[in-house]
Structures are given as C-alpha cells and as structure tokens.
C-alpha cells in the first residue's frame, strides 16, 4: 500500500506541466501549439527562449522533489525506494497526464530528478554521463535513454531487486518516449541540435 501511495502522489504531481503553464502565459497557448508540441524543456526553450526553459526545468525538478518529500515524511521506511516510487509516479504523470488526454511530455528532467533523489551518487553520475552523450552526439534522445540505463547496474548492485526493477521501468520508460527519435538517428534524419560548431 506505502508503495501504490507514492506512486500515486507522484502521478498527481507529475501531472502538473510546468512548460504547459509558461505556454499560456507567454502566448495565451497550449504548450500543444509551439513547435514539436511536447511539453517539455527543451521545446519552450527552442520557442520561447532559454530563461523559459530554465523556468519550466526548475519546475519539473520541483514537482518531482515535492512527490519525493512527501513520501518521505509519510513512509521513512521506504528508504532509497521512496525516491524510486514517487519518481516513477511523477513520470508516469508528466508522460501521461490523465487531464491531457495522457499527452504529456518525455520525462527526461522529471527522470533525471527521480534517479538523483533516489541516490545522488549514481543518479548525478549517470546525468552527467548523459550529458556529456548528448553534447558530444548532438542528439537528445541519445543522452536521454543513457541516463536512466547507466542507473539500473548500480541500483541492482547497491539497492537490490526491486530498486533495480524500478531503475529498468524507468529507462523503458524512457526508451518508449524516444524510440522514434533514435530511429530518426539511425536513419540520419534527426537534427544535431547540440552539435558544437
């Protein structure tokens, strides 16, 4: 029960879309209108500039970190689980919030927020890894599914089973919402947009 709990206050806060409020305030739109639809950083900083961007990032981070503190204030026994639980819940929301016709966005932010809770050695280790991909590559869907694959092996090793499964349904999750991004790649259609010139 601790754990459907903390999934569902993850759901109800992870389906708070901080780039669908900043859409409408800045345009009098949803966030469905502006360049590739997705809800998500990276498409309102393209359309609406970095600061927005910066904006909608700090509140994914927050919704994720407030799921996690609530949890963590009502089960304490959970341990490194609560971030796990609560994290997959706000993922859950913010890639298919009920209200949105479960349209949401990618996940990565509320991703990379859930691994680092859950265990800020191993989830910061494995962004930055991330990012150096993304960077390196151009391609965001290729940073994106290597962050949380780089979390499953320690979760397993250092947090046990059900961590580990937890961290596998996180990057599936993941690989689901950028399968047709990484198919773009292998056909050389997608755009570098992080290429250094």
Request: net charge positive.
């Amino acid at each position: 029960m601790e754990r459907l709990l903390c999934l569902l206050a993850g759901y109800v806060c992870g389906g708070f879309l901080t780039a669908e409020l900043v859409a409408r305030h800045c345009t009098g739109k949803s966030a469905a209108y502006l360049g590739t639809g997705n809800p998500g950083m990276a498409n309102l900083a393209h359309e609406l500039g970095k600061g927005w961007g910066a904006v909608v990032l700090a509140g994914d981070i927050a919704k994720t970190a407030l799921a996690w503190l609530l949890c963590r204030a009502l089960f304490p026994g959970l341990g490194a689980l609560v971030g796990l639980w609560s994290g997959l819940g706000a993922v859950l929301g913010h890639n298919f919030p009920a209200w949105r016709r479960f349209r949401g966005g990618k996940g990565v932010a509320v991703t990379c927020a859930a691994l680092i809770l859950s265990s800020p050695l191993w989830g910061t280790l494995a962004c930055l890894i991330g990012l150096a991909v993304t960077l390196l590559s151009g391609w965001l869907p290729l940073g994106a599914v290597v962050i949380p694959a780089l979390f499953v092996p320690p979760a397993f090793a250092f947090d046990g089973r059900e961590a580990g499964l937890l961290a596998l349904i996180l990057a599936l999750v993941m690989l689901s919402r950028h399968i047709r991004g990484l198919g773009r790649i292998l056909r050389g259609e997608e755009a570098r947009k992080f290429r250094r010139h």
